[in-house]
């Protein structure tokens, strides 16, 4: 197949430029971040490091997230731990559960940014 991976994710926001800028504050995402080291910034793209992506549609009933809403991300991290611990500094809900945490899937928190938009923040095992 010729699909290498995915582009981009675009959604819908009512205050753009604000969203945005919240989600390169508290998270490093977004146009002109990298996560890979010595990777090149650029104004259009993040530069994100390789690795697995879930691609998942689930039942339209689920309660595994808002019935209002069609989607949510899930963000592939490291040092979950620290991350929270940024979160939380800077005032923002975080949501854990133990039951969502597997040894041999991670670790896995959820926070939503300013418009409402649940984050799934998923930190993979070690391996």
Same mark, same amino acid.
């Given at each position: !197949?010729?699909?290498?991976?995915?582009?981009?994710?675009?959604?819908?926001?009512? *205050?753009?430029?604000?969203?945005?800028?919240?989600?390169?504050? +508290?998270?490093?995402?977004?146009?002109?971040?990298?996560?890979?080291?010595?990777?090149?910034?650029? =104004?259009?793209?993040?530069?994100?490091e390789g690795g697995p992506v879930v691609f998942a549609p689930f039942k339209h009933e689920t309660d595994y997230f808002a019935a209002d809403k069609q989607? !949510?991300?899930? #963000?592939?991290?490291? *040092? #979950? *731990?620290?991350?929270?611990? +940024?979160? /939380?500094?800077?005032?923002?809900?975080?949501?854990?559960?133990?039951?969502?945490?597997?040894?041999?899937?991670?670790?896995?928190?959820?926070?939503? *940014?300013?418009?409402? /938009?649940?984050? =799934?923040?998923? =930190?993979?095992?070690?391996?």
């Amino acid at each position: !197949m010729p699909v290498l991976g995915i582009g981009g994710l675009f959604f819908r926001a009512k *205050d753009p430029d604000a969203l945005s800028a919240w989600y390169r504050e +508290h998270l490093g995402i977004g146009a002109g971040c990298v996560a890979t080291e010595g990777a090149t910034p650029d =104004e259009w793209s993040w530069q994100t490091e390789g690795g697995p992506v879930v691609f998942a549609p689930f039942k339209h009933e689920t309660d595994y997230f808002a019935a209002d809403k069609q989607f !949510m991300l899930n #963000l592939r991290v490291r *040092d #979950l *731990d620290s991350l929270l611990e +940024h979160l /939380n500094a800077a005032g923002i809900d975080i949501i854990t559960k133990p039951e969502w945490n597997d040894p041999s899937i991670g670790q896995f928190a959820r926070i939503h *940014d300013p418009e409402g /938009n649940a984050l =799934e923040l998923w =930190e993979p095992p070690a391996g």
